[in-house]
């Protein structure tokens, strides 16, 4: 069979891949740019970045797949990009941003209250989610912008996530896919379009009507290549971009998870476990579900923010031995860290990490901490204890899942940079008890991007077509009981208490630490 191709864009937080992908999920060619710096830091935690660094790392990913693979390049029928979610641009009539870009791991707040009735805030009261509401309300961005830089706000036509500035740049459209719609915004994902004014927490995030773009839906034609981008790309002027969904939507879907006993993990830059699901489910109380690329379904999903990223932190900060080693044996440093992994015992004799360095929604004041530290414990100790503190807390969002929804979870597929560890692979398989399954490639973000432009062209039906042929069992870590049995304990006894023992205190170290007259 003749190959169908189609190019995927792939914007993370640490890199911009582009991927010529066919209609059997083989990657075929991959340019990769690494973000050396990530995001500027202005101010103390801000996290920011000029929106056309990334437009830039994705054209000069596209020419170095034009220059090397000539053959296959020629080949492409249309494009695809995917990106990281909550980053925000704020762009003038002319489309030019009006200042940096907002990223997700940003952690600014503006001042005061969703504007609420008296009667919406006492219900809000009521089911215990008024502070909730006020944490979001503070996060979101673009209630900082309107207080703090109110000239931007003025100026701003369209306020649009990363995701639609870049369909921008490519089409010359103000327009982003629904399933790509996950931030500090009014979407509602149950009608997959912008919230109405009057809706219940419509207040939280008032951005103006006008002031959002159009909603397509995934495997629709988001627009053209439009001859400047043609100049900057490579690809031909009028090729087709087809809407796609977010990073992780397109990981699940990458991952072949389109059916509710499948949960995907990301071991990615935020650590997350979701399904799909054909109802609307909300993961936790009052949190809705994302949509899915599938129309009419939905991705509950509980993120441990920072989740990977903690791995890097480590490395930085206690790993210049390996990082040393791996320079004059051609390695990464985690390669050389995840084969010192067996060296320490499940449970890491007794030192448990809670990965909380970003809070969550629903835990607004939590800090990441270790306890159970004595003389016996080393850095690899540490290590090892960060890689089992994400899963327990991704094992804490898979049984809430699983009570909300009614049903047990059989398979778990992996995706995203731990993924490509054997060691972090059987360690998850061996604390959920169940087996750990990683698909033919680690990119399987990209996949999932390409299967939406594949659906989209006509090569496949539906999703589940396209599943069935991109997406192939490479390897199945089978969970050995007698250490699930271990980690089981640790989590019910330990673990899943730690955050109630220390909330209290949490609440007051951010008391502390936010009085006007610290010095």
């Not at 390049?73 to 941003?97: L, N, Q, S, Y």
């Not at 509401?133 to 706000?153: D, F, G, L, M, T």
């Not at 990977?308 to 480590?314: D, H, K, V």
């Amino acid at each position: 069979m003749e190959d169908r191709i189609v190019l995927a864009y792939d914007v993370g937080t640490q890199s911009s891949r582009a991927l010529l992908i066919n209609q059997r999920g083989e990657i075929l060619a991959k340019s990769q740019v690494k973000h050396q710096e990530p995001y500027e830091s202005p101010n103390p935690d801000w996290a920011e970045k000029d929106a056309d660094f990334y437009y830039q790392n994705i054209c000069q990913a596209s020419q170095d797949l034009k220059k090397r693979y000539p053959e296959i390049f020629e080949k492409i029928e249309a494009a695809a990009i995917t990106t990281i979610r909550d980053t925000v641009v704020c762009v003038d009539w002319d489309g030019k941003p009006l200042r940096p870009a907002i990223l997700w791991l940003d952690k600014r707040k503006a001042e005061g209250k969703p504007k609420f009735s008296q009667v919406t805030r006492m219900l809000f009261k009521a089911v215990g989610m008024e502070e909730t509401a006020n944490v979001q309300y503070q996060k979101s961005h673009c209630n900082w912008i309107r207080q703090n830089e109110p000239k931007v706000w003025e100026k701003t036509y369209k306020y649009l996530l990363l995701s639609g500035y870049l369909i921008f740049r490519l089409t010359g459209q103000m327009v982003d896919a629904a399933a790509s719609q996950v931030g500090h915004i009014p979407f509602d994902s149950q009608s997959r379009n912008w919230q109405r004014k009057g809706a219940l927490t419509r207040p939280v995030f008032d951005v103006e009507e006008e002031k959002l773009c159009e909603i397509k839906e995934s495997g629709e034609v988001l627009g053209t290549i439009t001859a400047q981008a043609s100049e900057e790309t490579g690809l031909p002027e009028g090729m087709k971009l087809i809407a796609t969904g977010s990073d992780k939507a397109c990981e699940i879907l990458g991952l072949g998870c389109v059916s509710r006993e499948k949960a995907a993990i990301g071991l990615g830059t935020t650590a997350t476990i979701t399904f799909t699901i054909d109802k609307y489910l909300e993961p936790e109380r009052f949190i809705p579900p994302y949509d899915s690329i599938i129309q009419g379904r939905f991705t509950p999903e509980i993120e441990i923010f920072r989740g990977y990223w903690l791995i890097s932190w480590f490395k930085k900060e206690f790993a210049e031995k390996e990082v040393e080693q791996a320079k004059k044996l051609g390695l990464s440093a985690e390669e050389l860290l995840n084969q010192r992994l067996g060296e320490i015992p499940a449970g890491c004799e007794g030192l448990l990490f809670q990965p909380y360095f970003t809070p969550n929604i629903t835990m607004p004041n939590a800090r990441g901490a270790v306890i159970g530290f004595s003389d016996q414990h080393t850095r690899i100790h540490i290590y090892r204890a960060i890689i089992e503190g994400i899963n327990f807390a991704l094992m804490d969002g898979m049984k809430l899942m699983e009570r909300r929804s009614g049903h047990k979870f059989q398979e778990l597929y992996l995706g995203g940079g731990g993924s490509q560890s054997r060691e972090i692979c059987q360690i998850t398989a061996d604390m959920f008890g169940i087996p750990a399954i990683r698909t033919q490639s680690y990119e399987v973000t990209g996949i999932g991007c390409a299967m939406a432009a594949f659906v989209g062209l006509g090569v496949f039906s539906s999703y589940e077509e396209a599943v069935e042929s991109m997406v192939h069992k490479k390897d199945v870590f089978e969970p050995n009981l007698e250490q699930h049995k271990i980690y089981e304990r640790l989590y019910e006894e330990v673990f899943k208490n730690i955050y109630g023992k220390l909330s209290g205190l949490y609440e007051r170290l951010y008391e502390i630490y936010h009085e006007k007259d610290l010095t």
